[in-house]
Nanobody, 121 residues
Framework: VQLQASGGGLVQPGGSLRLSCATS????????VGWFRQAPGKEREGVSY????????YYAGSMRGRITISRDNAKNTVYLQMSSLKPEDTAVYYC???????????????WGQGTLVTVSS
């Protein structure tokens, strides 16, 4: 099982960014994929996850309304579209997978390496 997050970078406040999580070794129909972030000096927090069965989404409170999670089963890739970005969104963003419907990082078994998002003018 492997996950590889990409798409991070430097973006100005109010800007948009799309992160990608390329997966292998498992099927998105059977495993959920979540996005998490960790800012310097802070704990890792859940951002969103997409359910395995119907591909429906859950959004955590911190970025709700500014993000959309989606998946492309044919490409084994999950996306996180982020808009109206704020400096406080600066963090390393990780994708991970679980066979549960949960935002608890302890329930996620495999993690990607993370991609850095910096929101700054």
């Amino acid at each position: 099982v492997q996950l590889q997050a990409s798409g991070g970078g430097l973006v100005q406040p109010g800007g948009s960014l799309r992160l990608s999580c390329a997966t292998s070794g498992f099927t998105l129909d059977y495993y959920a994929v979540g996005w998490f972030r960790q800012a310097p000096g802070k704990e890792r927090e859940g951002v969103s996850y997409i359910r395995r069965s119907d591909g429906s989404a859950y959004y955590a409170g911190s970025m709700r309304g500014r993000i959309t999670i989606s998946r492309d089963n044919a490409k084994n890739t999950v996306y996180l579209q982020m808009s109206s970005l704020k400096p406080e969104d600066t963090a390393v963003y990780y994708c991970a997978t679980t066979n549960m419907a949960t935002m608890d990082p302890d329930d996620y078994h495999y993690w990607g390496q993370g991609t850095l998002v910096t929101v700054s003018s």
